[in-house]
């Protein structure tokens, strides 16, 4: 069964520092997906990035960067030189990829509420 | 990415009485998926719904109390019947990209019962 733990639940940084948000996953899938939403204080679900289970190469994104470990079951997403802006619930979710006409159910972490103080 | 729209945005129901969610994409999609965020919780998937095909419910959500319609490649409706305060959620639909598995979701229709 697939499972996805964010362990932390709330972090507070003061701007412009960094802060990174752990993600760790369970899957007995061979094939699969990693995915970040970013919810804002509007509620909206925001997409920032899909990782499949092949592509261990680490990305970057402007400020925002993610590290994807499969020897640990690990996604973690690294915001560089946070800005008030980026305050928001980060979700970490998990796709199976076995059905092949498209994309799959998402298994969501709990989340991590992130409050960047000016 | 697909965009999304949802109706109603929010709405304020009572107890007993049932709420029907639209969801319009702008392009043809394969398969369509209905989540329930509750209050200060994560996101948990409601059913899928493929079009042309009975819609697929996860564990703890049934037929009678979440029917769902997908009558063509762009649309899809939630109702949620007989409501409790228990429902009170955000409800969100969310589409799949054919091939590409990524996924993007609509606004939210924020429910409140009482």
């Known amino acids: 069964a697939q499972k996805v733990t964010q362990a932390q639940t709330e972090i507070s940084v003061v701007e412009k520092e960094d802060v990174t948000l752990d993600c760790v996953y369970e899957?007995?899938?061979?094939?699969?997906?990693l995915f970040w939403y970013k919810q804002p204080p509007s509620g909206e679900l925001v997409f920032l990035i899909r990782?499949?289970?092949?592509?261990?190469q680490n990305e970057i994104s402007g400020r925002y960067s993610w590290n994807f470990q499969k020897s640990t079951s690990s996604f973690n997403f690294t915001i560089t030189a946070s800005q008030v802006v980026d305050s928001a619930v980060y979700f970490c979710?998990?796709?199976?990829?076995?059905?092949?006409?498209?994309?799959?159910?998402?298994?969501f972490g709990t989340g991590t509420r992130l409050t960047v103080i000016p | 990415s697909a965009v999304i729209s949802q109706k109603p945005s929010r709405d304020i129901c009572q107890r007993g009485t049932s709420l029907t969610i639209q969801c319009q994409v702008d392009?043809?999609?394969?398969?369509m998926f209905w989540y329930r965020q509750q209050p200060g919780q994560s996101l948990t998937l409601i059913a899928t719904?493929?079009?042309?095909?009975?819609?697929?419910?996860e564990s703890g959500f049934v037929i009678d109390k979440f029917p769902i319609s997908r009558p063509n490649l762009t649309f899809s409706t939630l109702t949620v019947s007989n409501m409790s305060p228990e429902d009170s959620s955000i409800y969100l639909c969310?589409?799949?990209?054919?091939?590409?598995?990524?996924?993007?979701f609509g606004p939210g229709t924020r429910l409140t019962v009482t």
């Open positions: 969310s589409v799949g990209s054919g091939g590409t598995y990524e996924q993007y």
């Open positions: 899957t007995r899938d061979t094939t699969y997906y």
């Open positions: 990782r499949n289970s092949f592509d261990e």
């Open positions: 979710a998990l796709s199976d990829a076995t059905d092949q006409t498209g994309a799959n159910n998402l298994f």
């Open positions: 392009s043809q999609v394969t398969m």
């Open positions: 719904a493929n079009q042309g095909s009975e819609a697929t419910y």
